[in-house]
């Protein structure tokens, strides 16, 4: 399906809108594999023979029929971490559910040293070959259609309106859900994240999804120009060419390119967002790429900090304060349905 608004008015809605801080109380549908924690249902489900945990938020605004976003922790973090008061811009997801209405489902990785999987050090299984510590050789896929199952039952979601998303090994998960299980997903989101330099095994999804890719020219860990990733976590292609990797998966249009500078809207960031719209040709599917000129291996956040300290800046980069990648993320993907 075609993208129901241009790319312009899209990311300057996306642009203008406020995050609103109203939170829900969780329905425990399940209370013999689930507790209520806050606003949270917090469960089990069991996945060849490993008892895979998850949290899902189901707000006050939701209704039957509603749509669904997976949210994908980034390694070394888990299901709760993200939402930790200095997560930055992935709380803004519980924000936009809460505003717009959709279940929000957010699976936990394994520990891969430990294998723990109802902790907060987790990583998933993504595309990089196994042969490090810290690379979880759990079947995350199987997990997580599963559990795309048991809330579609549970909370009568709308499976054409099942959406994906994360950051880092997140977002790279993301890709192995949109290569390995594309029929489950109408559309997907990733940010900081990159393909593997080899993939010779990987063939492209037999079918297109509609893709939002991010990446900063300034993130000290997934690299603008590719290489390996600090910690012996890999080699990894540039931005471009894993961008490109996708162009062509996806059969999007790379003549009919619609660009567009987003607005500085923090002059002090030293970053701006530059969009690269990919039309969908027959068969195919959208692909929209993000530059984050500046930005650093975060989302993009206005209302959402991160620790200001030389360590958290040596680490991760610059925060890029020009719009909140969680709506821009959401306007992208609510376009499309399966």
């Known amino acids: 399906m075609k993208p129901s608004n241009c790319i312009s008015t899209l990311l300057l809605s996306a642009l203008a809108c406020v995050p609103v801080h109203a939170f829900a109380q969780a329905d425990n549908r399940d209370k013999s594999a689930a507790e209520t924690f806050g606003e ?25 029929n509603a749509p669904a976003v997976v949210l994908l922790h980034g390694g070394t973090q888990s299901m709760r971490k993200i939402f930790s008061p200095n997560a930055g811009g992935t709380r803004a997801w519980l924000d936009l559910a809460d505003r717009e209405g959709f279940l929000l489902i957010v699976p936990n990785g394994v520990n891969p040293k430990t294998g723990d999987m109802n902790g907060d050090n987790q990583n998933w299984n993504d595309l990089r070959p196994a ?21 579609a039952r549970e909370y009568d979601t709308d499976s054409a309106r099942v959406y994906v998303t994360g950051a880092s090994n997140g977002g790279m998960m993301a890709y192995r859900l949109l290569i390995e299980a594309p029929e489950r997903f ?18 492209p999804p037999d079918k297109a999804t509609p893709l939002l890719i ?15 990733i600090r910690g012996q976590r890999g080699r990894m292609m ?27 809207t923090d002059v002090g ?34 209302a959402h900090e991160l620790p200001d300290t030389f360590l958290v800046r040596r680490l991760i980069g610059p925060l ?17 349905k399966r």
């Not at 917090?42 to 605004?61: C, M, N, Y």
Request: charged share 25%; net charge negative.
């Open 320 to 336: 890029c304060r020009d719009a909140e990648g969680a709506e821009l993320a959401w306007r992208f993907m609510a376009q499309f």
């Open 40 to 64: 949270w249902v917090e469960g089990s489900i069991r996945v060849a023979a490993l008892d895979r945990w998850f949290r899902i938020h189901q707000p006050k605004t939701f209704k039957a």
């Open 214 to 228: 991010a990446n900063g020219t300034k993130d000290p860990l997934v690299k603008w120009e590719g290489g390996a």
């Open 186 to 203: 109408a559309a997907a989101a990733t940010f900081i994240a990159v393909l593997p330099d080899d993939l010779p095994h990987i063939k």
């Open 131 to 151: 042969g490090d510590d810290r690379q979880s050789e759990a079947d995350d896929v199987d997990f997580i259609v599963q559990l795309l199952d048991k809330t």
């Open 269 to 302: 960031d030293g970053c701006r967002l530059y969009s690269s719209l990919y039309p969908a040709t027959p068969g195919g599917a959208t692909v929209l790429f993000l530059k984050i000129d500046g930005g650093g291996h975060a989302l993009p956040s206005r």
């Open 238 to 264: 540039s931005v471009l060419e894993s961008r490109d990797w996708w162009i062509q998966a996806n059969r999007a249009d790379v003549k009919n390119i619609e660009e567009e500078s987003l607005p500085d």
